[in-house]
């Protein structure tokens, strides 16, 4: 199984996804894992996975807030979604 370090200017939104689906209320201190990178710096991630993949994602500041904005971000469009009537709306086609 492949492992990638992940920071947070290389996040994708798949990435992003994923952390919101396994911390959809946040992480706290036993989701974080602690290492030593190469140069011998600790480094503190969250983990996600994928079938062949394992990303360590450095906890930042900036992740949490991340975070917290695209899940508010993600609620908003689906409650646009939710209210959005089909039917309500022509087709190109019938005028």
Do not use: C
């Not at 990178?37 to 969250?46: D, F, L, P, Q, S």
């Not at 904005?69 to 993600?74: F, K, S």
């Not at 009537?85 to 087709?91: R, S, V």
């Amino acid at each position: 199984m492949k492992r990638v370090i992940v920071e947070y200017a290389k996040l994708t939104t798949d990435i992003l996804d994923m952390l919101i689906d396994k911390y959809p209320d946040g992480y706290d201190y036993g989701d974080v894992i602690s290492f030593k990178n190469a140069k011998g710096e600790t480094v503190k991630a969250i983990e996600v996975r994928t079938d062949d993949t394992i990303y360590l994602v450095k906890i930042s500041d900036r992740l949490e807030q991340t975070m917290e904005d695209y899940a508010e971000d993600e609620d908003s469009f689906d409650d646009i979604n939710d209210d959005l009537d089909l039917d309500d709306l022509e087709d190109d086609d019938d005028k």
